[in-house]
């Protein structure tokens, strides 16, 4: 798994535990919703350092806190 897809799946399983949605997360993150559900769009190949950091404030958790999860253990290279 690619790290961007791997971020998508860890914000995802977050905000249906919390029972946010993304709407509510966006807002949350001081982000518009069509930048929350454009980042969730598997088209979509990177994602910022800053919109993640955002994200882990809307969640109120820690940016270390977000990526200490096993989906970030079994990455696979990014150079292709």
Not at 15 to 42: D, F, H, K, Q, W
Request: with cysteine; net charge neutral; charged share 30%.
């Amino acid at each position: 798994m690619l790290i961007k897809n791997a971020i998508v799946l860890r914000l995802k399983g977050i905000c249906e535990r919390r029972g946010i949605r993304y709407n509510e997360l966006a807002v949350r993150s001081g982000m518009t919703p069509s930048t929350v559900y454009s980042l969730m769009s598997e088209s979509r190949r990177d994602l910022s350092v800053i919109t993640l950091k955002k994200l882990c404030d809307g969640l109120d958790m820690t940016v270390t806190e977000f990526f200490d999860d096993d989906i970030f253990r079994t990455l696979e290279q990014e150079i292709q």
